[in-house]
């Protein structure tokens, strides 16, 4: 497989990343807006990827890879469903409580 300081570094890394992705979790969920879940949305995903694709080196399971790609794929589709939806939508739909609040004054 490799060497010890090899496995010690995919593994920090994969913890790294981890932490990241739920940072980015917390992003999805706290809002403020609908522009920030997107790209928090796309945060998450290519986090997604990069574990996947760390795991698969890891462990040598090249079969692995095939789901780093199809969430790729599902990442990239999430985000622009996300992208139509803004495009579609009436700005005031997703400007956030306290930029409605200013722009009332």
């Known amino acids: 497989m490799g060497s010890p300081i090899f496995i010690h570094s995919m593994d920090a890394l994969i913890t790294l990343l981890t932490i990241s992705m739920f940072l980015g979790v917390w992003r999805l969920y ?31 399971a090249r079969a692995l890879l095939d789901g780093a790609v199809i969430t790729t794929v599902l990442g990239f589709l999430g985000t622009l469903m996300f992208a139509l939806f803004l495009e579609q939508s009436d700005q005031q739909d997703w400007i956030d409580d306290q930029e409605r609040a200013h722009e009332d004054r």
């Open 30 to 60: 706290q809002g403020p807006n609908i522009p920030n879940r997107t790209v928090a949305f796309d945060l998450i995903a290519v986090h997604a990827v990069g574990i996947f694709a760390l795991f698969a080196i890891r462990t040598d």
